[in-house]
């Protein structure tokens, strides 16, 4: 069935959305982009994506096309007219149409795009219960990962090694150390301590971490915020991933070596409870 999608303010059937082919976005990956969980037909996190959102827009030096209470208007109408009880807004921001040159055009007009993805369940996804594989990889994307920008090719390569490898997803790692997953934040657990790389340019600035981090010091469980290496990552007692798109989701193997007895760990299990019962609570 056809979805009811966003297009530089108009709602249309997803056959007839499109962009220009001299894009920004489509020519030189001059965009960025979020993605807003839905449960019971409710936003997860809202105002930390928008938030996010004019960061990165405001790192390109690119004009923003929508105030945030416009937005969430959008973000409401495309979750009723679609009916998604559970699953994704995608949102897309570029800097717009403009003749093919590297400098940025004079005044753009940024072009703004949304849609939705049902996922029925998100909040029950059986791999909770099992526990991902992950496999390591070498970091080879640019040096900015804290813009949100539609840049994923490496991401994407990084997948696939993964699933050729037999893992679900893969860590990428620069000098020994773990700077984050494909799409998600990475920590390990040792000692009941739960270790997670420090904010900076090398990582992006989950909104899914931030509040994670939050309810585990909330819960009085100890957080450090630091580099941790791929040798500290498969000694540890547990490990875990964050994303808008996962939540937490435990990680029980890393390049084949188990964590733990092989199975999610307690620290990760609590987390996920906490943080979908309490996301659920200030949903919108």
């Given at each position: ?249 435990p990680v029980v193997e890393i ?20 943080y979908l019962d309490e996301s ?5």
């Amino acid at each position: 069935m056809s979805r009811t999608v966003y297009v530089n303010g108009e709602y249309l059937p997803e056959e007839q959305a499109t962009v220009s082919i001299f894009d920004r976005g489509f020519l030189f990956a001059d965009g960025v982009y979020e993605v807003t969980s839905v449960i019971g037909g409710k936003l997860l996190d809202f105002d930390g994506h928008a938030a996010r959102l004019e960061r990165s827009l405001n790192e390109l030096e690119m004009p923003n096309p929508i105030s945030r209470d416009d937005l969430l208007a959008v973000h409401r109408e495309l979750v009723s007219a679609n009916g998604i009880e559970d699953g994704l807004v995608y949102l897309q921001i570029t800097r717009g149409a403009a003749d093919r040159d590297f400098a940025y055009p004079e005044d753009p007009t940024p072009t703004i795009v949304l849609f939705t993805q049902a996922k029925p369940g998100l909040a029950d996804n059986p791999k909770a219960q099992t526990g991902m594989k992950v496999i390591s990889i070498e970091d080879q994307r640019w040096g900015r990962r804290d813009i949100k920008t539609v840049q994923l090719l490496y991401p994407s390569m990084g997948k696939m090694m993964a699933k050729a490898a037999g893992a679900d997803d893969a860590w990428m790692t620069e000098e020994g150390h773990v700077t984050e997953g494909t799409s998600n934040n990475a920590y390990i657990v040792k000692d009941g301590t739960i270790i997670t790389r420090h904010l900076g340019t090398e990582i992006l600035h989950g909104i899914t971490r931030a509040a994670v981090l939050r309810f585990a010091k909330e819960a009085q469980m100890k957080v450090e915020e630091r580099a941790f290496t791929l040798d500290e990552a498969k000694e540890a007692d547990e490990a875990f991933i964050t994303s808008a798109s996962t939540f937490v989701m435990p990680v029980v193997e890393i390049d084949g070596t188990a964590l733990g007895d092989g199975t999610p760990g307690p620290v990760a299990r609590r987390l996920r409870e906490i943080y979908l019962d309490e996301s659920r609570k200030t949903a919108v």
